[in-house]
């Protein structure tokens, strides 16, 4: 588990670093980026870990929800993805142990945000993984990926045909079976989003879902944003203090 | 002077905008960024101009610094570059006249800014016209370019081999001539930044000679920092700042 560091870069009194290591889960190389805050020079830190949406490189492969960048963060079952895409796994165990075994972080806090792809990444982590995640949140989230087009796609190449296999990795269908009430989740989507429209996020089958399980959900549909980083940016700081209320408390 | 919208987005409640246009100083098609925050919406707003460095594409020139994307923001008079390379122009009179016309922006209150080359740039269009701009501010500027490796190299390219004409152009030489003391200069600098050290920057000997004319000059060299946009991002909200202070005095 060596890590070899790729960049540093001083930032906000802190360093924003990037590393690169043999990844066991994945069997290929991985990077991460890591920042690390003044504060982790003198004591430990907890972890708030950010996954991102699909690559959305077109050209990189035939189509660009689907293989490199789109792993959908599930353990694939079927050829030719099983060996290698096993995202779930890296993020929820490989990443968080390797993280711990090399930075000053305190294993007992830890949560988890993400956008797009990497919202339904972050929900289904925390959904599957009762009480190992303080908190969760995500940016325009694939809330019910078993019903959406993205999500059938991935879900027939990585999990098969099989469609109750699928929903171990669905939000919506996670969420009912989520013991107690203790995760206090936050979603922001903006309204003017593409994806929204076309029927590929679906918070509305997620809300219901919590709603029938009075699991806390904070849903905030924003006028007039998209899909993109300006998005993000404008309500990442809102997320960042959500997530602060659990770790530090 | 027809614009075309490439893209809007919303973003911290306002719109980032990109627009492509032809310019007749520089006989292409230029794209910029404009944010129009909320209060654009209902009354004018005073327009802070970035400008950023060079591009260091590698591979898209022979070097990346010189060519496109490095025009030092002079106005070239030596073949083949006189045609094209007019950025002293474009960004003193043409875009202002373009933004004025088609946003609601008051000319009167206008501020520049800029990184590396585009700092050099923010000072050399503050410094050649005297109170065009409120207010002028710079990250890791390169300073003193006929003293330095890449401003030797760019200026004998753009401006011919008589060394007297590129002082029109250099930040440490304009400063000498500047009338009154009007213009406070924020300039930040990191400590680690590798072309401080090559030689490339030389604030220096613009300090020297702002302490010389009693120019105001706040200087901060930052322990740690490098030339990236991580730098930029940790201290761009004190350069707000320090514009805004003027912009809206």
Not at 152 to 180: E, I, N
């Amino acid at each position: 588990m060596a890590l070899k560091q790729i960049s540093s870069n001083k930032c906000f009194g802190g360093l924003q670093k990037v590393f690169e290591h043999d990844s066991v889960e994945l069997n290929c190389k991985m990077k991460f980026a890591i920042y690390l805050p003044p504060k982790a020079e003198t004591g430990k830190c907890p972890a708030l870990y950010w996954l991102s949406g699909g690559c959305n490189i077109k050209g990189e492969d035939e189509s660009w929800d689907f293989g490199t960048g789109a792993g959908f963060y599930v353990d694939a079952t079927e050829h030719p993805w099983k060996t290698n895409y096993r995202m779930y796994s890296y993020v929820t165990e490989e990443l968080p142990q390797l993280i711990n075994a090399n930075f000053p972080v305190d294993p007992q806090r830890m949560s988890i945000f993400g956008h797009s792809m990497g919202g339904h990444g972050a929900l289904i982590c925390a959904l599957k993984n009762p009480g190992k995640y303080k908190s969760v949140s995500a940016f325009a989230p694939i809330c019910n990926p078993v019903l959406c087009p993205w999500g059938k796609k991935a879900f027939s190449g990585y999990l098969g045909t099989d469609q109750s296999k699928w929903k171990a990795y669905d939000a919506t269908h996670l969420v009912k079976s989520f013991p107690g009430s203790q995760l206090d989740i936050l979603i922001d989507q903006g309204k003017d989003d593409q994806f929204l429209s076309d029927g590929q996020l679906l918070p509305d089958n997620f809300i219901a879902a919590c709603a029938e399980k009075k699991t806390p959900v904070v849903f905030r549909l924003q006028e007039g944003y998209d899909h993109s980083y300006y998005f993000i940016a404008t309500f990442i700081t809102d997320h960042i203090r959500h997530h602060a209320k659990y770790l530090n408390a």
